[in-house]
Each structure stands twice: as structure tokens, then as C-alpha cells.
């Protein structure tokens, strides 16, 4: 650079990112006061953004883009895609299972403009979701007369998740030569599921055993659901002085009494005694024979949880270990002090179960007892969250190795336990608190540890992406904003380092 | 510079010291038996939005949108009730108080800016500062009476302000790249430099851009340059699925004025090129569906990339 008489020449020779903090005229010289489209490479270089290009290489591609889900199977990675038609007002749920494959649409309800999802062995729990005013705060919750959906993942149409009980007048007789306790028993039968759901006790009829006799069954009732893929049979102990309530006593499963269709309607010669009914199915009486649409699922201690339903904003419902359908109405509730404020969102980290509300974080740790009783502590009472406003890693959809990266009101701040301060975008305070509070239920963040970078989907349809190779330190962090001709609705991490976006009109 | 007046009629009330006695808004504040003193509140809505300006005596009047371009308020205002006064006898005799000075609460301003504050009596009341004629009028009764019969009353159907004002004429013009305009794209606005009547671009002290009833104010980190007779900045994103025109207005101080400059409309690019895409490394250009949906792909290069750096020196 060629020097001027008294004049210092000032190279600028490292760019480390959008700086909007304080008085923009005092934005150090190694910063942008404003930037657009640009990429960290290096230590402090910087370039044009990589392009997009498509990622269906098909007739008809999928348009007007609301949510992407990574959705990973056992035969690879795959995503669920939600569409939204403006002149039906209906969302439309899709499932690429590659460039060229889409199944669906697997599910498509009047008003879902967005939906929570959460892969659970091979299956999907899809709960739709959409937004609501109420005076000047815009919130999501559950749809209204919404229910949790189950999705095989083979491109059959979602189902509602759970189901009823079966009903019917069952025929009862004394079978071949075989052994019961003698005595008053109440049989009945649960359906279970392919997705392992079984479902509250039904078809109940008493009957009074023979000691040398087995029992045998006719007219067994089929639920003519093609889901479901067999009937159990459950019984009471002897009940000496039955008073009538058929759901007033203890119902166990009656081992090796399965129909393993639903279309037999008998079975025959069954022997057990008392001392064999082990297995309690009286709790199956108190789960959700539908349960309610949420804004938020995640998973705890192999539980599902699912959170803000159309009537309950501050209630978390949990469901039995391994059974993600089956939701005790009675003690599988974790509740949040009512404030008017929804729950938004629900994540694990080291063992606990964290909460959020929009400006309040709590947590839960399960004691192995029923999720009723698990201990609340509040952690935070000024800092949460929105729906989609903790970090998924990769495909996971969860946490990385011992942190959280959440977006508050503050700032996108590192959780391990508590909010780390100064937040990560302490550089871009200003940038961040202009985003306008009630859309914070657009912003979306996924972080690619591949590409040490953050990806932020923010209200105005743009991607604020930080980048950490030099660093997880809010003072090392490199921030750029991306626009593109259309607008950004949701991103999502594809195969390890494949950075998806998703966009509807502009 | 002239002269003008304003008669705005009501058009909503709220307060239980009202009644309506139509075309009259009375509203009545009675000594209580209890222990006083005794207060009650309403307020009274004036409408701003037809033809009720009279400009320099003419008896004929306009709308807002009918003003000069540039009409500026210079002179304190004054705003009286025509026909503030007692009202007709309710259920016996009844002795009227005047309320003191300050327990009347006006309130004047727009719909969607701030108000303007201002405690006066509710007649003759002096303005001391510019006012924007937007919305509509909001007048504030607050009243107390001291002690059992100390009655009062207003009878109130119109309101009417007057006084001075000036206009300035603006040639202020804004060029685009491209019409209609992209989120993102480079707006800059003229002023002809050989007219030094006018303010210069750098006392505009923002700009508002206004669509489908919503607004917001072009951030600082968006404007990039600014000289006397130049002022660029990056249109902002935020506009949602908007698709249609936006209205931009600069804000200004001045020593020769200060208010809004309507600076006119732009059509915002509105383009269908949704659907799912990944970053692809290396790649120099967005390639988006085409919005036929029918397979093929169009090329975009990148909207805008720039980096703007701190000031040297700042």
C-alpha cells in the first residue's frame, strides 16, 4: 500500500464477522458494521457463501416449505417435510427418503403451519402445531380437536397414535380339561398396536372358573384398525365379593392367551392360575385413548414427553418407559407453574430434563417413580426459549456431547446446566435483541460441528450462521447473515454435513 | 406559510360518565353522597380521517391527504370544544363547577406513533409543539368534584384546533436496480443539489417503511452512506410472505423542518422459489426450482454480498 507523508496506511487484513453492538461508528476495523452472503474460511478470512442448489430431483418437487425433521431409519437417513397450502389453509406431511423417493402426503390437517416430530425406533410421532394470539403475545400450541400421530416410516399414512379399547359381548365357557384358580374372574382384552401401543382394557365380561377345567372364548371382539397385530387376553385374580365395577379391580395379562391377529374371534382352552398373573395391565385404564396435539416432543429416559396442548399450556405429558403412546392421564403429567406463558420446548442433558417457557427454564429428574412425582427446580426465571430454539446436532435431534445451544432473548447462549454468560452472540447483541420477540417461534437453530458453524433461521426468512472453528467463545465467534431470493423457513443437518433448507414463498 | 382549521367530530367514547344524547356526548361528574371527593374517567375519540381542514379561511376542506406536501404546523395550536358547556337539567337542579386547571387530560396523536401528552383544560388549550396530523384526536376527561352537589358537565360534539402553518416542497427522488425491488437490494434517495431551500439527506434522521398496516424503521447497520445530497441503504428483509407495494417516508430534523418526507412507493420482488435445496461447497449461484413446478431449475446469483467494515479513524 503506498504511504502517504504523515499518513499511517491501515491494512485491514482480518475480517472477523458482522459486529452490531453498541454505536455502529465504533465497530472494531476487523469487523463488519453490516454484511451479507459472506463465509468464514481460515482463521479470518472471509468469501461469498456457498450456493444452494436443489435437493429433489423430481417432477414435482415439494414447495412452500414449512419445517424440516431429520428422520433417521435403519436404512438411512431420511427427513420429514412439512408443506402448507395457502388456498386449503392445510399442512401436508411428506417423507423423502431421497432424491428421488417421497412418500405422502402421510398426514394433512386444516391449519397445521407447523409440527413437532420425534423419531422413535424406525416410527415417527408427528403432533401438529400452529400459532395463536392471545392479546398481544403470539404462542404456539397444539391444534384444537389434534391428536399425536404415529408414522411407520414406510410411507403408509399416519395414524393417530394410541387407541381405544376394544368393545364387545365376549362369550365365556369352560374349555377343555385344564387348571384355573375356581372362582369369580373378570376377563377382558387389550389390542395392542404394531407401533406396541396396548390399549385400555375392553370387552370386560366375568365368568366363574372350574378348578379342572380350562376357559375358552368366543366372539372375541376385532378393533378393524390394520394396525393392530394381536389381542391379549387380561384377567382379574378370584374376586370373592364382585360388586358390580368392572373397572375396580386389578387386571393382569393371562400369559401365552394371545390372539396373534385381529381377525379370530375365539380362543380356546386356556389354563393359568392366580399365582401366574404377574404382569399389571390396570394401569392401561388411565392412559390417553387419544392424546392431544403439542408444540414440543422430545425424549427422556426413553419416555416420550409431549408439551403445550391446546387447553394445557403448562403441562408436560410423559409417557411409560418405552411405550411412547401410552400416557397415564392420572400421573404421567409433569406441571409448570401457570403463568400465561406456554411451555416451548423440552430437552435431556446429563440425565435431566430440562423445560422451557419463553422466559423461564425449570428442570425435572426422574426419581423412577411416576413422572407426577419428579422434583422441579427452577433454574432459570428470566431466560428460555422458543419451539425450535435448542440446537439439534447432526441427525440426532438433540443435544451435543455436554451442552445445549439455546436461543433466549438474550442472545444464543451456551446451557450446561445454566446459561453461560456472555452469551455466544455477544457480538451481534444488537443484531439479535431487533428481532422481533413474537416471531421467535420461526427461529430455528441447528449446529454442525463438522462445519463448526451454527445455522439460526431467523423471523425475517434470513440464516444467521456463527461460525466457532476459532473457538466456542463468545469473543472468538464469526457471524454472518444470508439471505437468499426466497425465503428460509427451516434448516435441518442431512448425512452427517449436509446442510438442508427449507423455504416457501418470499 | 398560512393559516388553517381543523373540526373533527366524535366518533367513540368510552367511561361510564358518559351519556349520549345524540349528536351530543354529555359527560357528567355529580358531587357523590359518599365520602369525597368523588372522581370518574372517559375519554373521547375525534375523528381525523375525512375532509376537515380549513385551510387559510377557505370554506372548503380537506382531507389529511390533502395538506401540502411538506405542511408543517408552526404556530402553538389552539383547541377548544365549540360547544363545551352546561347541559340540560338532570333530575333537579343541579350547580355546575368548572374543574380546575390540569384535571382534564388531552391527548393528542396517531393511531400507531406515540402520543404527545399534553395536561390542559379542555378549552382553549395551547399547543407548543409541531403536531402530526395522523389517527385521530384522543381526549382525556379525568375530573374530581370535592364534596356532595359540586357538579359538573360537558356537552361535547365536535372539536376544532387552529393555526399557523408552512410548506416545503420536496424534490427529493429514490432510484432501485431493479423494478419491482429485492429484499436486500441497494435504495438510494437524491435531493437536487442546487436547491438549497430544501433540508439535506443527512438531517434525515431515519426511514419508515410502511406496509399492510405494519411498519418499521430501516436499521442503522442498513444504511450506508449518507452526504448532503445522497443517502443509501439496503432494503431490509422482514416483510414476511408480503407481496405488493411498501411506502417509504424519511424522517427528518431540520432547521428548516422537521416531519416526514413521503418519499414514495416501491414493489417488492415477490418470487416462488420454495422448496427444499442444500448448501452445496463451492458452488457461485442459488439454483431454485422453477416456480411452474414443473422439474425445471432457474440460476440466482447471490442476493447482495457485501461487507461493510468499521470506519477508519472512527
Known amino acids: 500500500m503506498t504511504k502517504l507523508r504523515d499518513h499511517e496506511p491501515i491494512s485491514i487484513t482480518d475480517f472477523n464477522g458482522l459486529w452490531a453492538r453498541g454505536d455502529y461508528e465504533n465497530t472494531p476495523l476487523d469487523h463488519f458494521q453490516n454484511a451479507n452472503n459472506l463465509k468464514h474460511v481460515g482463521t479470518n478470512s472471509v468469501k461469498t457463501r456457498d450456493g444452494i442448489g436443489i435437493s429433489q430431483d423430481v417432477n414435482v418437487p415439494l414447495s412452500n416449505i414449512k419445517r424440516i425433521y431429520n428422520f433417521p431409519q435403519p436404512t438411512g437417513n431420511t427427513f420429514i417435510v412439512l408443506t402448507f397450502d395457502p388456498d386449503t389453509n392445510s399442512g401436508s406431511i411428506h417423507h423423502v427418503v431421497d432424491r428421488t423417493t417421497v412418500f405422502g402426503p402421510l398426514l394433512t390437517i386444516v391449519g397445521m403451519t407447523d409440527f413437532a416430530f420425534l423419531p422413535y425406533a424406525g416410527r415417527g410421532y408427528i403432533s401438529p402445531f400452529t400459532d395463536f394470539i392471545t392479546g398481544d403475545l403470539t404462542i404456539q400450541k397444539g391444534l384444537e380437536d389434534e391428536f399425536l400421530y404415529v408414522y411407520a416410516g414406510d410411507g403408509t399414512a399416519a395414524r393417530k397414535a394410541a387407541g381405544g379399547p376394544l368393545s364387545g359381548n365376549v362369550s365365556i365357557a369352560n374349555g377343555a380339561a385344564g387348571n384355573t384358580d375356581p372362582g369369580f374372574h373378570l376377563f377382558a382384552w387389550v389390542a395392542e398396536t404394531a407401533s406396541g401401543y396396548l390399549t385400555a382394557p375392553g370387552a370386560t365380561k366375568g365368568f366363574t372358573t372350574l378348578a379342572n377345567f380350562s376357559v375358552s372364548f368366543g366372539n372375541v371382539p376385532t378393533s378393524g384398525d390394520p394396525n393392530v397385530i394381536n389381542r391379549q387376553l387380561v384377567a382379574t385374580k378370584v374376586i370373592e365379593n364382585f360388586t358390580g365395577n368392572l373397572d375396580g379391580y386389578t387386571f393382569y395379562f393371562v400369559p401365552n392367551a394371545t390372539i396373534p391377529n385381529d381377525t379370530d374371534t375365539f380362543l380356546n382352552d386356556i389354563s393359568f392360575f392366580d399365582a401366574d398373573l404377574l404382569d399389571d395391565a390396570s394401569h392401561l385404564l388411565d392412559n390417553f385413548s387419544e392424546i392431544p396435539a403439542g408444540a414440543a416432543l422430545t425424549l427422556y429416559h426413553n419416555r416420550l414427553v409431549l408439551s403445550t396442548t391446546f387447553e394445557e399450556i403448562s403441562v408436560s405429558y410423559v409417557s411409560a418407559i418405552g411405550e411412547p403412546e401410552a400416557i397415564s392421564q392420572v400421573d404421567g403429567l409433569i406441571t409448570l407453574p401457570p403463568d400465561g406463558n406456554p411451555i416451548t420446548n423440552a430437552q435431556e442433558l446429563r440425565d435431566i430434563l430440562y423445560v422451557t417457557k419463553r422466559s423461564k427454564t425449570v428442570s425435572f429428574t426422574d426419581n423412577e417413580d411416576v413422572p407426577s412425582s419428579w422434583p422441579m427446580v427452577t433454574v432459570d426465571n428470566a431466560l428460555g426459549t422458543c419451539v425450535h430454539g435448542i440446537a439439534t446436532v447432526l441427525d440426532s435431534g438433540s443435544s451435543s456431547v455436554d451442552y445445549l445451544l439455546i436461543c433466549t432473548f438474550q442472545g444464543i447462549s451456551l446451557f450446561n446446566g445454566r446459561f453461560v454468560a456472555p452469551e455466544l452472540s455477544w457480538k451481534i447483541e444488537e443484531f439479535w435483541q431487533n428481532q422481533d420477540r413474537n416471531k421467535f417461534g420461526q427461529i430455528q437453530i441447528v449446529n454442525a460441528p463438522i462445519q463448526k458453524e451454527i445455522y439460526i433461521v431467523i423471523p425475517d426468512k434470513r440464516i444467521l450462521v456463527g461460525r466457532y472453528a476459532n473457538g466456542m467463545d463468545p469473543k472468538k465467534m464469526q457471524w454472518e447473515p444470508w439471505s437468499f431470493v426466497m425465503g428460509v423457513n427451516t434448516i435441518a443437518i442431512h448425512n452427517v454435513d449436509t446442510i438442508l433448507i427449507g423455504a416457501d414463498v418470499n | ?314
Open chain 2, 1 to 314: 406559510m398560512g393559516t388553517f382549521r381543523g373540526v373533527f367530530s366524535v366518533t367513540a367514547l368510552t367511561g361510564d360518565a358518559f351519556t349520549h344524547n345524540a349528536p351530543q356526548y354529555q359527560y357528567t361528574l355529580f358531587g357523590s353522597p359518599s365520602p369525597p371527593p368523588y372522581s370518574k374517567d372517559g375519554t373521547v375519540q375525534f375523528d381525523l380521517s375525512g375532509n376537515c381542514f380549513f385551510l387559510d379561511g377557505s370554506g372548503t376542506p380537506v382531507s389529511r391527504a390533502g395538506l401540502p406536501s411538506g405542511f408543517t404546523m408552526t404556530s402553538p395550536l389552539t383547541l377548544k370544544c365549540p360547544t363545551n358547556g352546561p347541559p340540560e337539567s338532570i333530575g333537579g337542579p343541579i350547580s355546575f363547577h368548572a374543574p380546575s386547571t390540569n384535571q382534564v387530560n388531552v391527548t393528542w396523536g396517531t393511531y400507531s406513533n406515540s402520543f404527545d401528552d399534553v395536561l390542559a383544560e379542555v378549552s382553549d388549550i395551547p399547543f407548543t409543539d409541531p403536531i402530526d396530523f395522523a389517527g385521530s384526536l384522543l381526549l382525556e376527561l379525568i375530573s374530581t368534584v370535592g364534596s356532595f352537589g359540586d357538579n359538573f358537565a360537558y356537552v361535547v360534539d365536535s372539536l376544532e384546533v387552529s393555526g399557523s402553518y408552512t410548506a416545503v416542497a420536496f424534490s427529493w427522488t429514490i432510484t432501485t436496480p431493479d423494478s419491482p425491488v429485492p429484499k436486500g437490494a441497494k435504495i438510494t434517495i437524491h435531493k437536487d443539489p442546487t436547491d438549497v431551500d430544501q433540508p439535506n439527506l443527512n438531517d434525515i434522521t431515519g426511514i419508515q417503511i410502511a406496509w399492510d398496516d405494519k411498519e418499521m424503521l430501516v436499521p442503522d447497520w442498513d444504511i450506508i452512506w449518507i452526504t448532503e445530497d445522497i443517502f443509501i441503504f439496503y432494503l431490509p428483509y422482514g416483510f414476511d410472505d408480503f407481496e405488493g407495494n411498501i411506502d417509504l417516508t424519511a424522517l427528518v430534523e431540520s432547521t428548516e423542518f422537521s416531519g416526514s418526507v413521503p418519499l414514495g412507493s416501491l414493489t417488492i420482488l415477490f418470487e416462488n422459489g420454495s422448496g427444499v435445496y442444500q448448501l452445496t461447497p463451492g458452488k457461485t449461484n442459488d439454483t431454485l426450482y422453477n416456480p411452474d413446478r414443473d422439474g425445471s431449475t432457474t440460476d440466482k446469483a447471490f442476493p447482495s454480498p457485501y461487507g461493510k467494515t468499521g470506519f477508519v479513524g472512527g
